[in-house]
Protein backbone atom coordinates (compact mmCIF):
# COMPACT_ATOMS: atom_id res chain seq x y z
CA UNK A 1 0.00 0.00 0.00
CA UNK A 2 1.32 3.27 -1.09
CA UNK A 3 2.16 5.76 2.11
CA UNK A 4 0.92 9.19 1.99
CA UNK A 5 3.44 11.43 3.92
CA UNK A 6 3.51 15.84 3.78
CA UNK A 7 6.85 16.95 2.51
CA UNK A 8 8.66 18.66 5.71
CA UNK A 9 11.79 20.64 6.30
CA UNK A 10 15.01 18.29 6.44
CA UNK A 11 12.78 15.02 7.23
CA UNK A 12 12.79 13.39 10.89
CA UNK A 13 14.35 9.73 11.06
CA UNK A 14 10.56 8.41 11.14
CA UNK A 15 9.94 9.95 8.09
CA UNK A 16 13.30 8.85 6.46
CA UNK A 17 12.06 5.19 7.73
CA UNK A 18 9.41 5.68 5.11
CA UNK A 19 11.05 6.89 2.60
CA UNK A 20 13.14 3.94 2.97
CA UNK A 21 10.04 1.61 2.63
CA UNK A 22 9.50 3.31 -0.30
CA UNK A 23 5.49 3.90 -2.30
CA UNK A 24 5.65 7.54 -0.57
CA UNK A 25 3.20 9.83 -2.37
CA UNK A 26 3.96 13.52 -1.14
CA UNK A 27 0.75 15.26 -0.31
CA UNK A 28 0.93 19.10 -1.74
CA UNK A 29 -3.03 19.75 -1.60
CA UNK A 30 -3.85 19.98 1.68
CA UNK A 31 -3.94 23.54 3.63
CA UNK A 32 -0.44 25.20 5.09
CA UNK A 33 -0.86 24.34 9.18
CA UNK A 34 1.38 25.94 12.13
CA UNK A 35 3.25 24.53 14.34
CA UNK A 36 4.32 21.48 12.50
CA UNK A 37 7.34 20.38 10.76
CA UNK A 38 6.35 22.13 7.20
CA UNK A 39 8.66 24.84 8.14
CA UNK A 40 10.95 23.68 10.80
CA UNK A 41 12.78 20.63 12.16
CA UNK A 42 14.79 20.09 15.06
CA UNK A 43 18.61 19.14 15.79
CA UNK A 44 20.39 18.15 19.07
CA UNK A 45 22.98 21.25 20.59
CA UNK A 46 24.98 21.25 23.59
CA UNK A 47 21.78 22.57 25.63
CA UNK A 48 19.76 19.65 24.03
CA UNK A 49 16.77 19.84 21.15
CA UNK A 50 16.86 22.81 19.24
CA UNK A 51 14.37 23.81 16.37
CA UNK A 52 15.23 25.71 13.42
CA UNK A 53 12.68 27.79 12.12
CA UNK A 54 11.84 28.98 8.52
CA UNK A 55 10.03 32.19 8.59
CA UNK A 56 6.83 32.55 6.31
CA UNK A 57 4.84 35.22 4.39
CA UNK A 58 1.42 34.91 6.02
CA UNK A 59 -1.22 35.57 3.19
CA UNK A 60 -4.31 33.49 3.50
CA UNK A 61 -7.42 34.48 2.29
CA UNK A 62 -10.61 35.86 4.45
CA UNK A 63 -10.72 32.51 6.81
CA UNK A 64 -6.88 32.73 7.10
CA UNK A 65 -6.26 29.04 5.16
CA UNK A 66 -3.89 29.44 2.79
CA UNK A 67 -2.61 26.11 0.45
CA UNK A 68 0.52 24.48 1.36
CA UNK A 69 1.78 24.42 -1.97
CA UNK A 70 1.13 28.42 -2.19
CA UNK A 71 2.86 29.14 0.96
CA UNK A 72 6.22 31.79 0.88
CA UNK A 73 9.27 31.86 2.30
CA UNK A 74 10.21 35.25 3.66
CA UNK A 75 13.55 35.57 2.38
CA UNK A 76 14.31 39.24 3.96
CA UNK A 77 15.10 37.46 6.97
CA UNK A 78 18.93 35.82 7.28
CA UNK A 79 17.34 31.75 8.08
CA UNK A 80 19.56 29.99 6.25
CA UNK A 81 22.59 31.88 7.37
CA UNK A 82 21.36 31.07 11.08
CA UNK A 83 19.93 27.64 10.14
CA UNK A 84 23.43 27.24 8.31
CA UNK A 85 25.67 28.69 11.30
CA UNK A 86 23.28 26.60 13.99
CA UNK A 87 24.82 23.30 11.91
CA UNK A 88 28.10 23.71 12.07
CA UNK A 89 27.92 24.75 15.81
CA UNK A 90 26.44 21.82 16.49
CA UNK A 91 27.99 19.55 14.11
CA UNK A 92 31.03 20.39 13.54
CA UNK A 93 32.49 17.90 15.67
CA UNK A 94 30.09 15.24 14.62
CA UNK A 95 32.16 12.05 12.43
CA UNK A 96 30.57 13.06 9.29
CA UNK A 97 30.18 17.00 8.75
CA UNK A 98 32.79 17.39 7.18
CA UNK A 99 31.95 14.62 4.62
CA UNK A 100 28.79 15.75 4.01
CA UNK A 101 29.34 19.42 4.38
CA UNK A 102 29.52 20.74 0.65
CA UNK A 103 26.60 18.67 -0.92
CA UNK A 104 24.27 20.51 2.65
CA UNK A 105 25.99 23.95 2.15
CA UNK A 106 24.23 24.70 -1.13
CA UNK A 107 21.05 24.57 -0.06
CA UNK A 108 21.43 26.88 2.34
CA UNK A 109 23.14 29.20 -0.35
CA UNK A 110 19.99 28.98 -2.85
CA UNK A 111 17.26 30.96 -2.63
CA UNK A 112 13.33 29.23 -2.25
CA UNK A 113 10.21 31.19 -3.44
CA UNK A 114 7.67 28.19 -1.69
CA UNK A 115 8.15 26.14 1.21
CA UNK A 116 6.78 23.66 -0.49
CA UNK A 117 9.46 23.59 -3.19
CA UNK A 118 12.04 23.61 0.28
CA UNK A 119 11.01 20.75 1.59
CA UNK A 120 11.04 18.92 -1.57
CA UNK A 121 14.47 19.73 -2.12
CA UNK A 122 15.73 18.98 1.72
CA UNK A 123 14.21 15.21 1.53
CA UNK A 124 15.73 15.15 -1.89
CA UNK A 125 19.27 15.50 -0.63
CA UNK A 126 19.16 13.33 2.40
CA UNK A 127 17.71 10.76 0.14
CA UNK A 128 20.46 11.20 -2.69
CA UNK A 129 22.89 11.39 1.06
CA UNK A 130 21.85 8.22 2.58
CA UNK A 131 20.73 6.38 -0.85
CA UNK A 132 17.13 6.19 -0.77
CA UNK A 133 15.29 6.48 -3.79
CA UNK A 134 13.27 9.40 -3.50
CA UNK A 135 9.70 9.20 -4.25
CA UNK A 136 8.43 11.75 -7.39
CA UNK A 137 4.39 11.13 -6.77
CA UNK A 138 2.31 13.25 -5.82
CA UNK A 139 -1.16 13.62 -4.71
CA UNK A 140 -3.71 14.79 -7.32
CA UNK A 141 -6.11 15.70 -5.08
CA UNK A 142 -6.96 16.94 -0.91
CA UNK A 143 -8.60 13.36 0.42
CA UNK A 144 -9.66 13.89 4.04
CA UNK A 145 -9.75 10.12 4.73
CA UNK A 146 -7.44 8.19 1.80
CA UNK A 147 -9.07 5.02 1.15
CA UNK A 148 -5.69 3.28 -0.86
CA UNK A 149 -3.25 4.63 0.68
CA UNK A 150 -1.86 4.65 4.32
CA UNK A 151 -2.78 7.69 6.20
CA UNK A 152 0.84 9.16 7.71
CA UNK A 153 0.19 13.05 7.34
CA UNK A 154 -0.11 12.83 11.03
CA UNK A 155 3.99 12.49 11.23
CA UNK A 156 3.87 16.13 10.03
CA UNK A 157 2.72 17.40 13.84
CA UNK A 158 5.51 18.66 15.72
CA UNK A 159 3.35 18.09 18.70
CA UNK A 160 1.99 14.57 18.13
CA UNK A 161 3.15 12.36 20.26
CA UNK A 162 4.57 8.95 18.22
CA UNK A 163 4.76 5.43 20.38
CA UNK A 164 7.79 3.97 18.77
CA UNK A 165 11.09 2.53 19.99
CA UNK A 166 13.68 4.65 18.58
CA UNK A 167 17.38 2.86 19.43
CA UNK A 168 19.91 5.18 20.39
CA UNK A 169 22.62 5.77 18.22
CA UNK A 170 26.07 8.44 19.42
CA UNK A 171 25.47 11.95 19.16
CA UNK A 172 27.75 15.17 19.87
CA UNK A 173 26.76 15.50 23.09
CA UNK A 174 25.65 12.29 24.85
CA UNK A 175 28.06 12.98 28.00
CA UNK A 176 25.74 16.32 28.88
CA UNK A 177 22.47 14.77 28.11
CA UNK A 178 20.46 11.90 27.45
CA UNK A 179 19.92 11.10 23.90
CA UNK A 180 17.12 12.53 21.87
CA UNK A 181 15.12 10.77 19.39
CA UNK A 182 13.42 11.35 16.21
CA UNK A 183 15.08 14.56 15.24
CA UNK A 184 16.33 15.67 11.85
CA UNK A 185 17.82 13.31 9.91
CA UNK A 186 20.82 15.55 9.73
CA UNK A 187 21.60 14.67 12.92
CA UNK A 188 21.51 11.27 12.15
CA UNK A 189 23.51 12.08 8.95
CA UNK A 190 26.03 13.74 10.78
CA UNK A 191 26.72 10.81 13.25
CA UNK A 192 26.29 7.27 11.76
CA UNK A 193 26.83 8.53 8.44
CA UNK A 194 26.88 5.57 6.04
CA UNK A 195 25.34 3.08 8.75
CA UNK A 196 21.93 5.59 8.73
CA UNK A 197 20.28 3.70 6.38
CA UNK A 198 21.16 0.58 8.53
CA UNK A 199 19.74 2.34 11.69
CA UNK A 200 16.22 3.27 10.09
CA UNK A 201 15.72 -0.21 9.67
CA UNK A 202 15.54 -1.31 13.24
CA UNK A 203 12.94 1.20 13.40
CA UNK A 204 8.95 -0.22 12.99
CA UNK A 205 6.77 1.83 10.36
CA UNK A 206 4.09 3.63 12.36
CA UNK A 207 0.97 2.83 12.10
CA UNK A 208 -2.13 5.05 10.88
CA UNK A 209 -3.66 7.50 13.01
Excluded at 112 to 138: G, H, K, Q, V, Y
Excluded at 168 to 186: C, K, M, T, W
Aim: net charge negative; proline share 6%; glycine share 4%.
Amino acid sequence: MELLLHPTYFPNVISLRCLQEGGVVWEVWDNYQKQTYRNRCYICTDRGRQMLNIPIRHSGGANGRQRYRDVQIDNTYPWQRQHWRSLETAYRAAPFFEYYESRLRKIFEEEFETLLDLNLSTARLLCELLEIDFPEATSTAYEAEPNEKQDLRFLAGAKTPLDLDFPSYPQVFEDRHPFVANLSGLDLLFNEGKLAGEYLKKISLPVQS
